[in-house]
């Protein structure tokens, strides 16, 4: 049976998905995480640290869900503060000094949106990764593993190499929020994931992304030791390109709306 968009924005939600430690775990080595932003907390939406991947040492950043009620309450339900993308932002820096690739796991309906945050400069935080990111001289894969949501999940997806999951989305707004705006009526959010062009293939068509990861394996050893494969594979071109600045930045230019 053919799945529809927004049949993908519920497989994508999936509380039985791996979430981004998940990831971490069934794919590095040695894994160190690293807290804080320096200047006000640490974000549990966003984890990030050091490790080795087949023994080359990179920097890993992964927006974290949780698998369980409680989990999900403590991360946040995997929507960053600014705080997160600062301590994103933090690592990245300190992989770039220590000429580490750096990779990202996105799974984001989208950065909170609660008083405090935008108190403490969300929408700044965000815009600094984005610039950042675009000059950022190491190596950077980010991959869609679930939704990827807004400026939200850009925030970490400005990379020389951008993957998603077989049934992740990537959209400017939900499903939902968009029905909002546009008919009053959130009911109909299965009508605006049929336009949004969010899905894997919608992504790959319009130059957003370079790679489609299948599922048939979610979770299972094979699944991630095929990930494993094609993240030290790709790493090693990346890391052998004099001009991976100038690339990124015309990749993106050559994005089509």
């Known amino acids: 049976m053919n799945q529809t968009p927004y049949d993908r924005v519920k497989l994508a939600r999936s509380s039985g998905r791996p979430?981004?430690?998940?990831?971490?775990?069934?794919?590095?080595q040695g894994f160190i995480e690293l807290h804080g932003d320096r200047r006000f907390a640490d974000d549990?939406?966003?984890?990030?640290?050091?490790?080795?991947?087949?023994?080359?040492?990179?920097?890993?950043?992964?927006?974290?869900?949780?698998?369980?009620?409680?989990?999900?309450?403590?991360?946040?339900f995997g929507a960053p503060h600014p705080e997160g993308y600062r301590k994103a932002l933090r690592l990245m820096k300190q992989?770039?000094?220590?000429?580490?690739?750096?990779?990202?796991?996105?799974?984001?309906?989208?950065?909170?949106?609660g008083t405090g945050a935008e108190e403490r400069g969300q929408g700044q935080a965000i815009a600094e990764n984005l610039m950042e990111l675009s000059t950022l001289c190491v190596p950077i894969i980010s991959i869609l593993i679930g939704e990827?949501?807004?400026?939200?999940?850009?925030?970490?997806?400005?990379?020389?190499r951008v993957w998603m999951l077989q049934n992740a989305v990537?959209?400017?707004?939900?499903?939902?929020?968009?029905a909002s705006i546009l008919w009053k009526d959130p009911g109909?959010?299965?009508?605006?994931?049929?336009?949004?062009?969010?899905t894997a293939e919608d992504a790959r068509s319009l130059g957003v992304i370079e790679?489609?990861?299948?599922?048939?394996?979610?979770?299972?050893?094979a699944f991630f030791d095929r990930i494993r494969r094609?993240?030290?594979e790709e790493l090693s071109r990346l890391s052998a390109d004099p001009d991976l600045v100038g690339k990124r930045y015309d990749r993106f230019r050559r994005i089509r709306s």
């Open 170 to 178: 990537y959209s400017v707004i939900s499903p939902e929020g968009c």
């Open 44 to 76: 549990p939406a966003i984890v990030g640290g050091v490790a080795r991947l087949d023994g080359q040492p990179v920097t890993v950043l992964a927006m974290e869900k949780g698998h369980t009620a409680r989990e999900r309450a403590r991360r946040n």
């Open 19 to 28: 979430t981004g430690l998940d990831y971490i775990r069934h794919i590095f």
């Open 230 to 232: 094609l993240l030290t």
């Open 95 to 113: 992989a770039e000094k220590f000429g580490r690739p750096v990779i990202c796991f996105v799974d984001t309906s989208g950065a909170y949106c």
């Open 188 to 198: 109909r959010a299965a009508d605006a994931a049929d336009s949004l062009k969010l």
């Open 211 to 221: 790679r489609i990861l299948p599922e048939e394996d979610l979770g299972k050893p």
């Open 148 to 160: 990827g949501g807004s400026g939200g999940a850009l925030a970490l997806a400005v990379a020389d």
